[in-house]
């Protein structure tokens, strides 16, 4: 069961499992493609317990892709948490590089302290905090970098802006790594057959400025001359990046910058 499964990153991830697993999806905005799908269930986090959907169709596993209200999300993984302790099921949850966004020396891995700045953030760190009190077996943190890929809200948003004539918003001193939705789609896939436990970091191995990658990505589009508008967050670099230590994937299931730039552009 995917919650959140009509936004971005649920909607890839249940194109990816649905020819191999039983999949079912949440969506909140009503939409004639999710309203004639008996796969997908309208559901509101603000308003809709959540544990009538988990009682009726007792999902072996959850994936947590939602958006949307903070106080609502912690709510809501509260209420799955208690589920999971009376079931046989077991969540997977995509949280942030942002639950290290106070940290700015250095990448951080799996088991570092997690501290943040950002409302975003800390509204992650509560709902990992409140799944680590689980037994292991019951769930997996995914940590994601910037996301983009092809047709990508990110890469969307660049040709947007750029046809608009309007600046990006870029940070020259931000160190950051990234991945695209196709390379972690593939990455889920590998960890729920495998039936993972712990915490997993799934950017690209090497790291980039933010504005260079922004750069590098414009150039493979064939942008002509785009404007950027340079943010200046400290006087000296600072990452926002999530790497491996100790869960390290297969190579096939790794990716680059280089990588991230090319899929940008390329299906």
Known sequence: MILGASGFLGGELYRELH???DVYGTYHTP??????NQRFIEWDLEIDPIQFILQDLKPDLIISCLKGNFAGQVRVHEEISEFLLTHESKIIYISSA???DAF????SYEYD???SESIYGRSKIKIENNLMRLPNALFTIVRLPMVFGYNSPKVKEIKLL???DAPLEVFPNVVINATTH????????????RDLEGTYHLGSTDLIHHKELIEEICEALQLEVPLFKNVYSSNRD???AVLPKFHNLPEHLTISIEDVIYNSVKI
Request: charged share 20%.
């Open 162 to 164: 750029h046809d608009l």
């Open 182 to 193: 196709q390379k972690f789609t593939q990455q889920l896939h590998y960890i729920i057959n």
């Open 98 to 100: 942002n639950v290290f």
């Open 113 to 115: 302290k997690t501290l």
């Open 19 to 21: 020819p191999f697993y």
């Open 31 to 36: 939409h004639e493609k999710f309203d004639k």
């Open 104 to 107: 700015t020396n250095f990448p």
């Open 238 to 240: 600072r990452y926002i």
